[in-house]
């Protein structure tokens, strides 16, 4: 399910955004799990992401801009769409990646067409994050730069498209069901691939962004061509 967070501090805006939201979801079909909160705090805790935030940028405390900056700087791809009656924010919107405005008082209108762009965000995986615990905590990394996940010496691996890689206690298993709706898919009993950055499939091997060839198991090879081709063609 697409999770979504609503941070507003004004009680009867954050009740309007989320009447809007079950408009939304009665009209397409779908269903957000939806957390309403008045401050920015719940969007900056790196041990629970959101796929979507309709995020308020006049907050007390942090403000809605310096939530969006410090979630970027811990490498999270959380859709931000933010909320404001403040035209001189588009510009630094785009400095942390927003995916798009609602001018207060949001309508509909406004909140379907942004919600239609993040929930194809939210299909192509391009907005998820994936949290690996650590022994300090945790750590996020988007998930559109994850090449692939193996398992390794008891350890999951995930390498990403810069080389860095994290590890945590984990079996893939459990890796594929918190990815579950993320185009992944299982090429061999120890290894996950990120479709969106497959580059090539030549026989028994898969190749992925950075040049890693990962070996696709016996009877599985159908099954990534079948993944791939709906991937790629929901993507047009």
């Known amino acids: 399910m697409t999770s979504l967070l609503i941070v507003e501090?004004?009680?009867?805006?954050a009740d309007a955004l989320l009447a809007l939201v079950r408009r939304f979801e009665a009209a397409r079909g779908v269903t957000f799990d939806v957390d309403v909160v008045p401050a920015?705090?719940?969007?900056l805790d790196t041990s629970h992401s959101y796929d979507i935030c309709l995020l308020d940028i006049q907050l007390p405390g942090i403000n809605g801009m310096e939530a969006a900056e410090?979630?970027?700087?811990?490498?999270?791809?959380?859709?931000?769409?933010?909320?404001?009656?403040?035209?001189?924010?588009?510009?630094?919107?785009y400095e942390v990646d927003a995916l798009g405005f609602l001018v207060k008082p949001a309508t509909f209108a406004g909140l379907s067409?942004?919600?239609?762009?993040?929930?194809?965000?939210?299909?192509?995986?391009?907005?998820?994050?994936?949290v690996v615990p650590t022994e300090d905590g945790f750590r996020s990394l988007p998930l559109s730069d994850v090449t692939h996940i193996e398992v390794r010496n008891h350890d999951l691996v995930y390498h990403t498209t810069s080389g860095e890689k994290a590890c945590c206690r984990k079996t893939l298993s459990q890796a594929e069901a918190e990815?579950?709706?993320?185009?992944?898919?299982?090429?061999?009993?120890?290894c996950l691939?990120?479709?969106?950055l497959v580059t090539a499939v030549n026989g028994d091997e898969v190749s992925v962004a950075g040049?890693?060839?990962?070996?696709?198991?016996?009877?599985?090879?159908?099954e990534l061509e079948i993944a791939l081709a709906r991937y790629l063609g929901g993507r047009r």
């Open 179 to 190: 990815l579950a709706g993320a185009p992944v898919v299982r090429v061999s009993r120890w």
């Open 113 to 130: 067409m942004n919600l239609d762009r993040a929930m194809r965000e939210v299909a192509r995986g391009t907005n998820r994050t994936v």
């Open 9 to 13: 501090d004004e009680k009867d805006a």
């Open 40 to 43: 920015a705090f719940e969007l």
């Open 70 to 93: 410090l979630l970027r700087s811990q490498r999270r791809a959380t859709s931000i769409i933010f909320v404001t009656d403040l035209a001189q924010y588009a510009v630094r919107g």
């Open 211 to 222: 040049g890693a060839r990962l070996h696709i198991a016996r009877g599985r090879k159908k």
């Open 193 to 196: 691939v990120n479709m969106a």
